[in-house]
């Protein structure tokens, strides 16, 4: 394997290691799917801010 | 979480959010125009105050003329609150400079001399405290019974169409109320995880507003009262905000609050899992 290639395969692995980390740790999945549920069994959405 | 009440009136017109919680003004404005949303619930009673610098020039209400005072929006209790103690003292509010500003700023605002006063719900009044330069000038409670700020709002459509789902949703927050007011450990455990989970702001700081003193917010009655609101009302026609008093049943559903009457508190104890 060249050196260009052993270079783009570890940024390809270290891009793809990060979104998956970042799809695991901090996208919210089930806010996510909510959307996509029936309306009669989705979530209400409730907005608030930190604020009394 | 939201920044700001502007951005949820847009979220909720937009159908991103199908409940929210608003300043009570802003949500009977929305109403008076024609917006399809009603007031179900109170999100608190108390919690908000004016802060002044602690070694500044104002020491009662009647020092303000010429001063700037900050406001979280127009169409907000504080604002209408500031009208009435100014009011109360021979002053108006054309004796002092109003601005709006997004709740999280207005403490450095204050500490950077940019605003003389701002009057604010919790917990800015007590960041400005424990960060040593604020100085209460008055508690809403001082000068309005009974005061309310924040309501929740859902859109008439999910009202008409998810009745169980409001239901339970009102029954959470009237449980928790309960559950909060029983007491310091409550309030201590709850400033815990809401600032680390929800605010994303130090506990120490909720620990400060829901605890010095205890009554500095209420939870409980939540029920929305019309007493409350004709006060509300009659404050926002004198303001200029809305041309009319709107009958209190244009935009107040109280059944959700009469569903939830006679619930208790959650049975939940720090560091249990799960709560009954």
């Keep these: 394997m060249t050196k260009k290639k052993k270079i783009v395969g570890i940024v390809v692995a270290w891009a793809a290691m990060v979104t998956g980390l970042h799809l695991w740790l901090n996208f919210d999945w089930a806010s996510f799917l909510n959307d996509f549920r029936p309306e009669a069994e989705r979530k209400l959405n409730v907005a608030y801010i930190p604020v009394t | ?276």
């Design chain 2, 1 to 276: 979480m939201f920044q700001g009440f502007p951005e949820i009136k847009e979220a909720l017109i937009s159908n991103r959010m199908q409940a929210g919680f608003l300043v009570a003004p802003m949500a009977v404005a929305l109403r008076s125009q024609g917006v399809p949303i009603k007031i179900i619930y109170l999100g608190h009673r108390y919690g908000s105050a004016a802060v002044v610098r602690k070694d500044g020039p104002i020491k009662t209400a009647a020092d303000l003329k010429g001063r700037t005072i900050a406001i979280p929006n127009r169409f907000s209790d504080e604002r209408l609150m500031a009208g009435l103690v100014l009011r109360k003292h021979g002053l108006s509010e054309k004796d002092v400079h109003m601005v709006e500003m997004a709740p999280p700023d207005v403490a450095s605002a204050l500490a950077a001399n940019a605003v003389d006063m701002f009057v604010m719900g919790e917990p800015y009044p007590s960041q400005a405290e424990m960060a040593g330069f604020g100085r209460v000038l008055f508690f809403a409670k001082d000068y309005w019974p009974d005061y309310m700020s924040c309501v929740l709002v859902v859109r008439q459509d999910v009202i008409e169409q998810r009745r169980e789902a409001v239901q339970l949703l009102v029954d959470g927050i009237a449980r928790s109320g309960i559950w909060l007011d029983e007491g310091r450990p409550h309030r201590e455990y709850a400033a815990e995880f809401v600032g680390r989970y929800y605010y994303r702001q130090p506990p120490a700081l909720l620990k400060w507003a829901l605890t010095k003193p205890l009554d500095r917010v209420m939870y409980s009655p939540l029920t929305p009262l019309k007493k409350d609101f004709d006060m509300v009302n009659d404050l926002m026609v004198e303001a200029g905000l809305i041309p009319r008093k709107l009958a209190f049943e244009d935009y107040v559903d109280g059944s959700f609050a009469e569903g939830a009457q006679g619930l208790g508190a959650w049975k939940f104890n720090p560091g249990d899992t799960t709560a009954e």
